[in-house]
DNA sequence: TTGAAAGCGCTAACAT
DNA sequence: ATGTTAGCGCTTTCAA
């Protein structure tokens, strides 16, 4: 029924093994043996078994990848599908499988450590919204290749790739002054929240690069909702005076922001600046269009496959790496300010 | 080093297959030496290999996803992902693995191919959204088992399951029916937007149902974007009488359609109801937010994933299906009318 | 440059 | 209820 390597072999008149070479283009097979082996599989449509392949090999060509994919997550959470998509478009092109595995924090470490035992996987992909004491413990102790999502939010010996988000700050602040706003505050998440810290301390970076800098009364922290944009903004508007810029951590207090903005008719961007982060998913349809510090997420998924190949090869060695991706899109939320004005 | 079932039978001192047997929960196994067998096994941590189990049984226990992941698919269609969740999950409580392979149109024929010949997966998913001609070829010559999200927007044989959109529509006209809106109208998009057209079709017959009708009037179509939304609402605001309430086919309209009537002043829900379908993506931050038919994508791979364990097991079962997975979320774009008013 | 043969670790038919 | 044994289809050393 199914052509397997012997078919090839008899009818090529040559011994598995040749066969076996030519499929993996061993060098000792000369050309002509080569082609004529070639045109046989051709002709028998043949086909090497993967199960077989993966089987003689010890190897799977698979990565695995952790994440936890409750409802709407998607919705929710798009930028973690994206990476998965960066990932997978990376391994691709390696003729490697990314495998998808929904699961918690509290379970993960288990699993990982089904599959590392299992050898059912030649990699684990984690991401930093499961990763734990214990998985960060067992991948350090088993040395399996891995490479956690997002930096974790605790010290340890993992493997992780995360974005560059100080540098995604200094890139708005810069951006703002080079735009001739001077007096520029900060709505961020809570202390948990460290793309939102490390965003905050980019943004002092920059101002200071810049001459500027970030007075305590200019930032405010709250959770990353609209509801909490809209507070902070509130509180921000209480300073005098009044900024002149905003930089909002995240689109949900963009969000936020914008509304309590415009229930007080302060125009945007007339009377003030506004720049968040992150192209999606709101900054598009928010009125107006916002200006924001673009990041690639996706092609961290495709920096995070380079080096889980990288590791797969040398499992002993380890990776902690911030990438960076971004750039402004600016759009009408910002705009150039007369020097000297504030 | 790795410690394989020989060792354990060595260990437990009885026979390979029994071991074997005991891993695979045979019924020919006493109790005794089943609990004997699997204590050894947990004090010599053993785990059957992963890859030796699928070469041995012909299967890999791995259902691949072909879909369409071009950057920023996450962004524009979290549907897919969240289908994508939906699937994973269901696969897993079966001890199934989904594997993601992004792909296009063109190629995604050659891609199944390979897969089928190789047999490197029990059954192909296969997204509506790369779904061609050569594909469907394929995939009902070969009876390899698949299914494909989505329903194709060609006949053909091959196994689909879709959402009801239909039945959503008609849910959508019930429910405003029963608020006591009167004049329905519809903005849906072009002939080849099959989920909007079975929506259309699905109003028509709620309104049927309900002792009233759909004028063509009150029909516009166009492409689905905030920008078509706006000036099909336009045009739909030129027709006398007005309408009391809209139906939007998708949020894209949606969010065009509430830009014109704010615009003109109309009130949402004061003189204009306003549903549409999806909870996702922007329904929940349009002000006010929108009455929507919301369709849980996700249960729709649930429900994926249930056939296609079905049709592993008997591949040459046809299924071209629709399920119905959906209800109406309440907000603030309807409200009840006195009745008789219009 | 090619071939022979020994695995890889498990399953399953068959024998006991 | 348990054991024997023959594969599953390929890779890879080693010999020719």
Redesign the pocket.
Known sequence: M?V???DVARAA??????V??V??GH????E???THVKRIMEELHYY??AR??N????KTKEVILLAGMEANTAFHNPHMFEIIAGLEEALRRKDYRLVLRGTDSTEACGVAEEIISRQSADAIAVHVGIMSHPLSALLTKTQFPHIVLGMPNFSSQVCWIDNNNTYSGTMAAAFLLSKGYRRIAFLGGLYYDLGSAHRLEGVKQGLKNGGSHLPDQYIWLGESTRADGYRMTCNLLEQRPHPDAIVCANNYIALGCVDALKDRRIRIPEDMGVVTFDDYPFSQIIEPPLTVVDIHVRSMGAQAAKHLLDIIRHPNMQIQTYVTTSNVIERSSTRSRELGKG
Not at 13 to 18: A, I, K
């Open positions: 199914k397997t390597m012997k008149g040559v011994s598995l093994s040749t076996s070479k499929v993996n060098y000792s097979i000369s002509e043996t080569a090497p078994n077989a392949q089987f003689a090999t010890g």
